[in-house]
């Protein structure tokens, strides 16, 4: 299973909101509720995180394995 909890993490660090990913970055609130939720997301978007937060994959999610 893939989550997203290092995102939050990231985000804090770098002092990004959501109300900035939404107005500055255009993020749509259904992105946000799907990183909320862990649901799956593009990699376009993966990488437009990235780019904001300029930061790895890695800290934005995380797998782990099913049981």
Sequence with gaps: MI??????ATMRRK??????????HSFSRGTL????HNRNIST?????????LSCSVEDIL???PDE
Excluded: E
Aim: aromatic content about 12%.
């Design 62 to 64: 995380q797998y782990i």
């Design 44 to 52: 376009a978007t993966l990488n437009d995180l990235c780019k904001i």
């Design 15 to 24: 002092g990004i909101t959501t109300y900035a990913l939404i107005k500055d």
């Design 3 to 8: 989550v997203y909890t290092p995102l939050w």
């Design 33 to 36: 509720d799907s990183l909320k």
